[in-house]
């Protein structure tokens, strides 16, 4: 069963602490995204990758950090500097990151600061 | 960098009604046009796209769309709703040849049966 999970779906954390969350796909997709969703707000591009030991920030980048050492998987890790990091995290897929590529998306995290 | 306009937030309509989706674009270069959808409990979709060609596109559930290159627009439309089409709709657009894609805030649709 191909697609793109993400977890852990709710995903709680003190201020000043670190958090990864994952995102793995098994449809031998070569770019992967990483948005952030507000009520309201629509989505907003994080980082992206489009091959391997590859990325680039997108639109709000600041206070994020990503990894691809592998095809399969994209972490996102929001550190401790984001300053409003509650927010629904959604990690997505596309078969080559040309720009008419449909983007396939995961279920989401919801990230809680406390 | 693009971006994209979507009006009316929510919208209540009942079964059998017409819907219209607007969705307007700032970009003056030769763009890609996407129409995403999130069904309540379920990962966002996609519902259609256009990047070349006729520009009314047909996509799923009996949905359609046309590309106005005039007025930067890209409205979804669908003549007759049903209560499965309560979801939330997303137009998204990016560059020929970026694949960043900026999407608008979202349009709340609500069909009640």
């Known amino acids: 069963d191909g697609g793109i999970t993400q977890s852990p779906k709710y995903l709680f954390r003190k201020e000043g602490q670190n958090v990864t969350l994952s995102c793995e796909q098994n449809l031998n997709h070569d770019a992967m995204y990483w948005y952030r969703q507000d009520p309201g707000q629509g989505l907003r591009l994080i980082y992206y990758s489009q091959i391997v030991n590859d990325f680039q920030k997108g639109d709000i980048a600041e206070g994020y950090s990503v990894s691809r050492e592998k095809k399969e998987s994209f972490p996102l890790t929001v550190t401790s500097a984001q300053k409003n990091p509650t927010a629904f995290y959604l990690c997505?897929?596309?078969?080559?990151?040309?720009?008419?590529?449909?983007?396939?998306f995961g279920p989401g995290t919801r990230l809680t600061v406390l | 960098a693009q971006s994209v306009s979507q009006h009316n937030h929510h919208v209540i309509l009942s079964e059998a009604a017409s819907l219209e989706l607007g969705c307007n674009y700032s970009y003056g270069g030769t763009v890609n046009l996407f129409w995403y959808v999130q069904y309540p409990g379920q990962h966002l979709q996609l519902l259609l796209k256009?990047?070349?060609?006729?520009?009314l596109v047909k996509g799923i559930k009996g949905f359609e769309a046309e590309f106005i290159k005039s007025k930067f627009s890209f409205n979804l439309r669908k003549p007759s709703v049903q209560w499965s089409d309560t979801a939330e709709y997303f137009c998204a657009v990016n560059a020929h040849g970026n694949n960043r894609l900026a999407f608008g805030k979202g349009n709340q649709v609500v069909v009640i049966p």
């Open positions: 997505a897929s596309s078969i080559q990151g040309a720009s008419t590529d449909t983007q396939y």
């Open positions: 256009y990047f070349s060609g006729d520009p």
